[in-house]
């Protein structure tokens, strides 16, 4: 892997994101995932894309050291979930990095602009689902429970 950096314009975009979703409109798929911060204590949103695999719904962290995945472990997966006006309770459980694999190739196959922010960021050098399933070391995934 290569020097990892933020694609240009994500910050810009993620605050829009966010801006539209609290005015209660829905972008699609997208999701506010909202967490205490680990060392403030204060909420940290930032705009994830759930998915599904197996009957499961999924998030990763496709950017390794993103505070939001530190900061979804110090509260120990207790987080919400908005999607235009509907915010839910949820619990993000981290998948073993033995069971990823799977869950990262699906991502490639469903999400093709999540696979175009993480190749352009330099997390993998391509987006072919097997490069994807390769990065379980890389790559985080959390699988979304109820509450």
Known sequence: MSRVTLPRGLKTMNRAVKLVQR???KMGPVSVLTVPGRRSGQPRSTPVTPYEVDGQRY????????D????????????????????????????????RGPILREFALQLPQGVDMVVKAGVVPDGKPETFEAATG????????PA
Do not use: H, K, Y
């Not at 998030?59 to 993103?66: D, E, H, L, R």
């Not at 207790?78 to 839910?88: A, F, K, N």
């Open 23 to 25: 005015l209660g409109l």
């Open 138 to 145: 890389i790559m985080t995934a959390f699988r979304i429970d």
């Open 59 to 66: 998030v990763i962290g496709g950017i390794p050291g993103a």
């Open 68 to 99: 939001w995945v530190s900061n979804v472990r110090a509260a120990s997966g207790e987080c919400t979930l908005r999607q235009g006006r509907r915010v839910r309770r949820v619990r993000l459980v981290e998948v073993p990095e033995a069971e």
